[in-house]
């Protein structure tokens, strides 16, 4: 299934220490609902912090392992 593939990716980018951004994650990754996988993740344990960014007058989340 795609979408594991695309959250196990995630998941090791993210437990490397590294933030991802939406963008991030749809050029990276593919995933387009980078929420909906956060979610999942901390269902499972993990404690992603979400922080909310500003550039070029847009406003978007970045994500990042407390």
């Known amino acids: 299934m795609k979408t594991q593939s695309a959250k196990m ?3 090791k980018w993210i437990m490397s220490g590294k933030s991802i951004t939406p963008l991030q994650a749809l050029d990276k990754f593919g995933i387009f ?3 909906a996988r956060i979610l999942e993740l901390r269902r499972e344990g993990y404690n992603i912090v979400t922080e909310m960014t500003h550039k070029n007058g847009k406003r978007f989340a970045k994500y990042t392992l407390a």
Do not use: A, I, Y
Request: aromatic residues 0%; glycine residues 16%; positive net charge.
């Open 9 to 11: 990716k995630l998941r």
């Open 33 to 35: 609902r980078l929420g």
